[in-house]
């Protein structure tokens, strides 16, 4: 983690902030009760940034964490916050706790114009690796899957052999 920077586990008190921030991020934004479900359910992971000493929020995080892959759902940046390096702070923290978990991959899902977003994941290690055709309903739009291969083999346990298998 960049120095002054911390990261903490989201909230329901934060929800608020996050809210205002989504709200401004996406033009079809997470409701509350997707927020509350996702800081619910044991899989998933919800995250906030914050300046060392400080209580404002500078943007959120919130991914899965499945068998061997890690998948992220949102990231945001207050727009009033961007471009210093934020977002790539987030996702720094995403990659090493995949790396903690011994993941083999990060996936993720984005809108085919998000350049902003296409750009961070691609300078993060990520690389598209196929189009969901009119994946989001609010506008039709095509999301491009993005992956970044963390290389790590060590969940991969030996492969089942077949019985008419010789060699
Ligand atoms: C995408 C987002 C999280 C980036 O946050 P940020 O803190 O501004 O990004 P950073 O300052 O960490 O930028 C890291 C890199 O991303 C790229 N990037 C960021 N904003 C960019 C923009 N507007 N255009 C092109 N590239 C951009 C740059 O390569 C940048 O590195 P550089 O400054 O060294 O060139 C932010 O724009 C945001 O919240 N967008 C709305 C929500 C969203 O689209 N989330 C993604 C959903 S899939």
Redesign the pocket.
């Known amino acids: 983690m960049e120095d002054g920077l911390r990261i903490e586990n989201m909230t329901e008190d934060d929800l608020d902030e996050v809210l205002a921030?989504e709200r401004q991020?996406?033009n079809d934004p997470w409701p509350p009760e997707v927020f509350k479900a996702e800081l619910r359910h044991c899989w998933s992971h919800c995250r906030v940034l914050r300046k060392d000493g400080a209580a404002v929020i500078l943007?959120y995080l919130v991914y899965w964490s499945v068998a061997d892959e890690v998948h992220?759902l949102?990231?945001?940046?207050?727009?009033k916050?961007?471009?210093?390096?934020?977002?790539?702070?987030?996702?720094d923290y995403l990659r090493d706790f995949a790396v903690t978990q011994s993941a083999r991959f990060i996936t993720?899902?984005?809108?085919r114009s998000?350049?902003?977003?296409?750009?961070?994941?691609?300078?993060a290690g990520f690389r598209p690796v196929g189009v969901r055709p009119r994946y989001y309903a609010n506008n039709g739009e095509d999301a491009i899957v993005m992956l970044n291969d963390l290389g790590s083999t060590s969940n991969v346990g030996p492969l089942p052999g077949r019985d008419d298998d010789e060699s």
Do not use: C, K, M, W
Request: overall charge neutral.
């Open positions: 921030i991020s996406f943007g992220l949102n990231v945001a940046v207050d727009p916050q961007r471009n210093h390096h934020y977002g790539r702070a987030l996702l993720l899902e984005v809108r998000n350049q902003a977003a296409i750009t961070l994941y691609e300078h």
